[in-house]
């Protein structure tokens, strides 16, 4: 390792550095100094001067929710992409108006005669986006189906997505990368985020690039053009370039070199259409638990009096249920994980295609339609009903990825401190990274004095360093802090240190 440092990393140890001095004199004074020259404003002033932008480049809102008092506006009201922290909102309208405890349902429907273990007609899916609609719950949907029976199915496979509407998205618009799982579209019956796994290591002979896929996709084909060269297993992918192909997105095509340094590499891409990915897996599947399908894969759409008549059944009371009819036609429900701990896993992760699902649930289940529009004006109405006011917001992507949208510090602030004063609160904390813990802080903060005692979100796109969320001070007061900075290349580590020293300005006092 070089004894000297970079000029980057340089020029981030003078700016923490820096900051950090001023945070240790304010808490040896331990002043109450009010906004603009608090210690946090300080800090974000100073380390904006480093950084080399101008004042206007950065909002902070910081609220005292132990002591029901504004502590800090600094250019609150300016709108600037949200990236991620964009997230915060579907989660948190989802837990206001769907509560804790909603659930997805996928279902399995035939539409002949079942009898001695074979359907003698199609089986049609209907699903209304389980956001984590994973291989392990696919493999409970299918031996459910298996539990119950069925053995043989006659007809074809049906697939009803109706429920969502597809996102009108253009899958590469964003960095050109559409087959990155962050780049999915949302669907009403969305397998495993259509994830599929190339495992690439040395053949045994050395002299070539052998490789495993995980799920089994018999639809997916994998031209490997992979050279084994010398070296240690280091570099941006280990050197292999990996595109997926073709209109069905069917063909993986691995090029470049692989060194033979590395034992075992994994890359991990969305891949097929989501109804083709079904009906490899529901093939795959079902076939191993010693069912026989032999027919297609095409659209379908569930009978609306059927789904009314399921709707009304499932809105029984358990025990009513018992004494009534099953719908007819209707083979299995199966029921996604609660609102919490989707809220959880979408949250500590920063699952993009959930928080999608999610949004369009809301609008479906507001509004009578699963579209974003819809989604988003649920969204509003959500948050109008609790006092927080998004109409000058700029909303278009569920997940961030889009440059042009726009909140401010005080409205993101406003939707923290609305969902702290919540029944919500705990489910909403929960589903935030704990800094230096776990989700995408696990190695943030680790070594910060806040680390444990910090629930924030982070957002990161070119030109953005963003935070929000809930700071346990040292004095043992709660805030709720909103950091927003935008300029040339804050997403590589200058931002995120400036973060790290406004907390640590916060922390103190």
């Known amino acids: 390792m070089s004894p000297f440092l970079s000029a980057a990393a340089l020029r981030r140890a003078l700016l923490t550095l820096s900051l950090c001095l001023s945070c240790v004199a304010y808490g040896a004074r331990g002043e109450a100094l009010q906004a603009p020259q608090t210690p946090a404003v300080k800090a974000l002033e100073r380390g904006l001067r480093s950084l080399d932008l101008p004042p206007g480049s950065a909002s902070l809102w910081v609220f005292d ?38 659930r997805w349902r996928t279902e399995a429907w035939g539409d002949g005669d079942f009898t001695a273990g074979a359907l003698e007609g199609n089986l049609l899916l209907w699903g209304e986006g389980d956001p984590f609609f994973n291989d392990e719950a ?45 780049n ?26 052998g490789l495993s896929l995980s799920p089994t996709l018999p639809a997916l084909r994998v031209d490997n053009r992979l050279k084994l060269i010398d070296g240690p297993c280091v570099g941006y992918q280990r050197g292999v370039a990996i ?59 569930l009978d609306l009096a059927q789904r009314q008549a399921a709707d009304v059944f499932d809105a029984l009371p358990r025990k009513a249920q018992a004494s009534t009819p099953a719908p007819p036609g209707r083979l299995l429900r199966q029921s996604s994980p609660p609102l919490d701990e989707v809220a959880w896993r979408l949250g500590k992760n920063s699952n993009n295609v959930m928080t ?3 949004l369009l649930t809301l609008g479906r289940e507001r509004g009578g339609e699963g579209s974003e529009a ?20 700029r909303l278009s992507h569920p997940a961030g990825l889009a440059r042009d949208d726009g909140l401010s510090a005080a409205q993101l602030g406003a939707v923290l401190k609305t969902l702290w004063h919540s029944p919500r609160m705990p489910e909403f904390l929960h589903a935030l990274p704990i800094a230096g813990v776990d989700g995408t802080l696990a190695r943030r903060f680790e ?23 809930y700071l346990l001070t040292r004095s043992g007061r709660r805030l709720a802090v909103v950091l927003l900075v935008q300029g040339e290349d804050v997403e590589h580590g200058l931002g995120p240190s400036l973060q790290e020293v406004v907390l640590n300005a916060l922390w103190a006092d």
């Open 65 to 102: 929710l132990t002591g029901d008092a504004l502590r800090t506006a600094y250019e609150a009201d300016v709108l600037r992409p949200p990236a991620s922290l964009v997230k915060l909102l579907p989660v948190g309208a989802g837990l206001l108006s769907l509560g804790p405890d909603f």
């Open 138 to 182: 696919l493999y409970r949907f299918v031996s459910s189906l298996r539990a119950q029976g069925l053995e043989t199915v006659q007809g074809d496979l049906l697939i009803d997505g109706s429920a969502l509407a597809p996102t009108v998205r253009d899958r590469d618009a964003f960095d050109g990368q559409g087959d990155r799982l962050y």
């Open 184 to 209: 999915l579209s949302a669907h009403a019956l969305l397998p495993n985020f259509t994830a599929a796994t190339v495992q690439l290591y040395p053949d045994p002979a050395g002299t070539g690039v």
């Open 243 to 301: 595109n997926v192909l073709g209109a069905e997105r069917d063909l993986v095509r691995l090029e470049g070199t692989f060194p033979k340094g590395c034992a075992r590499y994994g890359l991990t891409r969305s891949v097929l259409t989501p109804e083709t990915y079904l009906a490899d897996r529901f093939r795959h599947l079902f076939e191993s638990l010693g069912g026989r399908w032999a027919g297609q894969v095409r659209p379908g759409r």
């Open 356 to 358: 999608t699902q999610l």
């Open 374 to 393: 819809a989604g988003w004006q649920a969204l509003r109405g959500v948050f109008a009903e609790a006092g927080v006011a998004l109409s000058s917001a």
């Open 447 to 469: 070594s910060a004095p806040f680390a444990g005692a910090a629930h924030l979100k982070t957002g990161t796109l070119a030109g953005v360093s963003n935070l929000a969320g």
